[in-house]
């Protein structure tokens, strides 16, 4: 009797451990369904509404996200560069261009797991449409570097991989109209510090 229970307890043991990684990794690396992908920026506008999809919802409840509401906004988050490439706090990059035609928006860093990357010593850590620097055409450009610079600057620090979050507040970029005409801000990796 005990030689049968052996594998019983086995495939159960193995069962729970599987279903619990399993559950755990897609609720990390799975924000849903529905994206919208723009270069390096991808969006699940559906996050946020009733219509958002069971893994959208887990993913939401595992980050602590609180989603922007479809009348609100939509956010962007970039965790490539437009070559490829992981964004890393070791390398500096330019973000470039144009943001989608919005009310206002925001750009942070965030790690990996989406948690801010706050600077120290009282340097802005985050940048918006009202304190953006632009030239002639309304095109910005947006240091991201360990290293000060002139004009529009966001600090890199820490190590790892890391995310650009853009939140656009007050745009019409999910709806269907329009949707092959959107252009995002270029992310270009300008080079790396050797660590």
């Not at 270069?39 to 996050?47: I, K, Y």
């Not at 893994?55 to 560069?81: C, M, N, P, Q």
């Amino acid at each position: 009797m005990f030689k049968q229970l052996i594998p019983i307890v086995i495939a159960l043991a193995i069962a729970v451990v599987g279903g619990i990684y399993s559950a755990e990794r897609i609720t990390r690396e799975f924000a849903g369904f529905g994206a919208l992908e723009y270069g390096a920026w991808v969006s699940h506008p559906q996050t946020g509404t009733p219509d958002a999809d069971p893994y959208a919802k887990a993913h939401a409840a595992r980050t602590g996200e609180i989603a922007l509401g479809s009348a609100e906004g939509l956010v962007f988050i970039a965790a490539h560069d437009d070559g490829g490439e992981a964004i890393n706090a070791a390398c500096d990059y330019i973000i470039k261009g144009k943001t989608p035609a919005a009310r206002a928006w925001t750009l942070r860093i965030a790690d990996k797991d989406l948690m801010p990357i706050f600077a120290q010593n009282g340097v802005v850590s985050s940048l918006h449409s009202g304190n953006t620097l632009r030239n002639a055409k309304g095109d910005f450009e947006i240091t991201i570097s360990k290293t000060i610079t002139d004009g529009n600057w966001l600090p890199q620090t820490g190590s790892g991989e890391r995310r650009f979050i853009l939140s656009l507040y007050d745009t019409s970029v999910a709806s269907t109209t329009g949707v092959s005409e959107i252009k995002m801000p270029a992310i270009q990796k300008i080079g790396c510090n050797d660590e």
